[in-house]
């Protein structure tokens, strides 16, 4: 295993520096989305996005319902790009997530949003991508070059604005006090012992990532770097819909990484993970809380609908050293290119 660090590792590790920079230089852009809302009232909010941004979209949509109470839902781009359909959105809000702002699916979505009614917001690391050019609102993640095909530090940055866009939407001062913690928890998870849980990975051929709530978003971009850098076949389910048919799969030692942040589901989410490991599963979870299991307990920002994203960086460590002693260059994966141009 070479002693260099890879470009994923390095550009993980930046993601405190580009969290708290955001959050700093994207204050305007914050308060003008606030108003927004504050004026229109939008009664829903969509969204649209690819990957890893995707996820990003996904904790977005829990964490507005959860703080907001505002429906949000996800369109699938070639319902513009490739069936030409229009969209009916007078009034609402559309929000593109991207890390380039190139993919020209969800270029043409957002022009179709925009024909339809909706005001539309790009939230992309490209600013002069033909996203944010295109869109009413830029809200940049100021995450500077990405190199890795894998996404780290701008998947941590897309989630950090969108929960900034949260807490200025529904004036959540427990949220924005959490966002201001967030770069020092992010921090505060250098050195955590990723060990035992590389020697699950390792040996697992197959394995479920599990979340509820925002956590669930988390759980998606688990599963999706352990099959693109690790070419490790994970799924990744709400701990509710684990206990329905996926838990037929579950015999002796299969691997489950849970994401089971200190929230409203905890006490849900522990009673499911008892029961996996009655069932023999390995259970490895991330939480700020004492679990059963391999235990990789990560620091809190204080509020437990946003320390999913804490503990991610510890699984992107813990996914990248897998992924170099199974052999593979976590940077360059097979198939794989940084920008995907679909329709």
Same mark, same amino acid.
């Given at each position: 295993?070479?002693?260099?660090?890879?470009?994923?590792?390095?550009?993980?590790?930046?993601?405190?520096?580009?969290?708290?920079?955001? $959050?700093?230089?994207?204050?305007?852009?914050?308060?003008?989305?606030?108003?927004?809302?504050?004026?229109?009232?939008?009664?829903?909010?969509?969204?649209?996005?690819?990957?890893?941004?995707?996820?990003?979209?996904?904790?977005?949509?829990?964490?507005?319902? %959860?703080?907001?109470?505002?429906?949000?839902?996800? %369109?699938?781009?070639?319902?513009?790009?490739?069936?030409?359909?229009?969209?009916?959105?007078?009034?609402?809000?559309?929000?593109?997530?991207?890390?380039?702002?190139?993919?020209?699916?969800?270029?043409?979505?957002?022009?179709?949003?925009?024909?339809?009614?909706?005001?539309?917001?790009?939230?992309?690391?490209?600013?002069?991508?033909?996203?944010?050019?295109?869109?009413?609102?830029?809200?940049?993640?100021?995450? #500077?070059?990405?190199?890795?095909?894998?996404?780290?530090?701008?998947?941590?940055?897309?989630?950090?604005?969108?929960?900034?866009?949260?807490?200025?939407?529904?004036?959540?001062?427990?949220?924005?006090?959490?966002?201001?913690?967030?770069?020092?928890?992010? $921090?505060?998870?250098?050195?955590?012992?990723?060990?035992?849980?590389?020697?699950?990975?390792? #040996?697992?051929?197959?394995?479920?990532?599990?979340?509820?709530?925002?956590?669930?978003?988390?759980? $998606?971009?688990?599963?999706?770097?352990?099959?693109?850098?690790?070419?490790?076949?994970?799924?990744?389910?709400?701990?509710?819909?684990?206990?329905?048919?996926?838990?037929?799969?579950?015999?002796?030692?299969?691997?489950?990484?849970?994401?089971?942040?200190?929230?409203?589901?905890?006490?849900?989410?522990?009673?499911?993970?008892?029961?996996?490991?009655?069932?023999?599963?390995?259970?490895?979870?991330?939480?700020?809380?004492?679990?059963?299991?391999?235990?990789?307990?990560?620091?809190?920002?204080?509020?437990?609908? $946003?320390?999913?994203?804490?503990?991610?960086?510890?699984?992107?460590?813990?996914?990248?050293?897998?992924?170099?002693?199974?052999?593979?260059?976590?940077?360059?994966?097979?198939?794989?290119?940084?920008?995907?141009?679909?329709?």
């Amino acid at each position: 295993m070479s002693e260099t660090q890879s470009l994923m590792l390095q550009e993980a590790g930046q993601s405190p520096e580009v969290v708290a920079t955001l $959050l700093e230089k994207e204050k305007n852009a914050f308060a003008e989305i606030a108003k927004l809302f504050s004026d229109n009232a939008p009664s829903v909010v969509t969204t649209a996005a690819r990957g890893s941004s995707d996820h990003a979209a996904t904790f977005f949509k829990y964490l507005l319902e %959860i703080s907001c109470g505002i429906p949000v839902a996800s %369109i699938g781009p070639s319902i513009a790009s490739v069936y030409a359909a229009p969209l009916h959105l007078k009034g609402g809000v559309h929000f593109t997530v991207s890390q380039s702002g190139a993919s020209p699916d969800i270029v043409a979505l957002q022009d179709a949003a925009k024909r339809g009614g909706a005001t539309t917001i790009a939230v992309v690391n490209v600013v002069d991508s033909p996203l944010a050019k295109q869109a009413d609102i830029v809200l940049g993640l100021n995450a #500077g070059p990405e190199k890795s095909v894998a996404a780290t530090k701008s998947f941590i940055a897309s989630v950090a604005a969108l929960s900034g866009v949260t807490a200025a939407i529904g004036g959540k001062r427990d949220l924005q006090h959490a966002l201001e913690k967030l770069p020092e928890a992010l $921090l505060s998870t250098v050195g955590i012992d990723t060990a035992a849980a590389e020697e699950v990975l390792l #040996g697992a051929t197959s394995l479920y990532t599990a979340g509820r709530g925002p956590a669930f978003a988390i759980a $998606l971009e688990a599963a999706l770097k352990a099959k693109e850098t690790a070419s490790l076949h994970a799924e990744a389910f709400s701990l509710a819909e684990l206990m329905h048919g996926p838990m037929r799969l579950v015999q002796p030692g299969f691997p489950i990484i849970a994401f089971a942040p200190d929230d409203a589901a905890y006490a849900n989410n522990v009673q499911a993970l008892e029961r996996l490991q009655k069932l023999g599963a390995t259970a490895v979870p991330f939480s700020s809380q004492p679990l059963a299991g391999i235990n990789l307990r990560v620091p809190t920002t204080g509020n437990g609908l $946003l320390d999913p994203l804490v503990s991610l960086l510890v699984y992107y460590r813990l996914i990248e050293s897998v992924t170099r002693r199974k052999g593979f260059d976590p940077d360059k994966p097979a198939n794989l290119l940084k920008v995907t141009e679909t329709m």
